[in-house]
């Protein structure tokens, strides 16, 4: 698998945006072996909301936050020509062979294997990572709406400066969530990926990843 790609669910803020960003995946998928894995967007912000009220546990949580993952999946496939949703590694794998995007929906997986720890630590980043380990892929891309890793958070901070590459140390130790969740370095250390943080609000700048161009992004490296 050429590469794992998570699609962030801030992304839906922007409709155009995001139907233009599906659009070039659906081609891109013609010529690279891909994958794509839903963030959790609005879905899961619900279930951060119910948490927050009702003090789940963790594990009802964990597994409602996987489950919103889904659903944005099922819709990213309604936008997204030439995709396909599935539930396995080898669906996955099947329907890139041919040139379709593979949208992996990942509660299914995720329950019967349960490799990471149930807390909000976790994210759709490291969910993702896991899979690109899993698939063998060479490449992971986090596509969110922002440029990648700042300084500080670039929508409150005007001062915050992107990061254009950062060692998977230096990540860990940053230890607060930036534009990526917390866990992610440990899931990435254990993996030989190639990892990328990138604004899928530009489609051209996944691509260029793809082609082993570097845009502007961070890249996150060993």
């Known amino acids: 698998m050429d590469a794992t790609l998570k699609i ?40 951060r909301e119910l948490d927050e009220r009702f003090h789940l546990h963790d594990n009802v949580a964990h597994n409602m936050a996987i489950l919103a993952m889904d659903q944005y999946g099922m819709f990213l496939s309604s936008i997204t020509p030439g995709s396909r949703t599935t539930c396995t590694l080898d669906g996955a794998r099947r329907h890139s062979e041919v040139g379709l995007l593979p949208i992996l929906l990942p509660s299914r997986m995720m329950s019967r294997a349960d490799p990471l720890p149930h807390s909000w630590e976790v994210t759709s980043d490291s969910i993702t990572a896991y899979i690109a380990g899993e698939l063998g892929s060479e490449k992971l891309l986090l596509v969110t709406d922002v440029d990648g890793v700042y300084t500080g958070d670039p929508k409150n901070d005007p001062a915050a400066e992107l990061i254009e590459e950062i060692s998977v140390a230096d990540l860990s130790k940053r230890g607060v969530r930036t534009s990526v969740d917390v866990y992610l370095s440990k899931i990435i250390s254990k993996a030989t990926l190639d990892c990328y943080v990138v604004n899928g609000r530009y489609p051209e700048r996944v691509r260029a990843i793809l082609d082993n161009e570097l845009p502007r992004c961070t890249r996150i490296r060993d």
């Open 8 to 47: 962030g669910g801030s992304l839906a803020e922007e409709p155009e945006r995001l139907r233009a960003l599906c659009r070039e995946l659906g081609e891109i998928a013609k010529n690279h072996r891909i994958t794509a894995v839903p963030g959790g967007g609005r879905f899961a912000d619900v279930v």
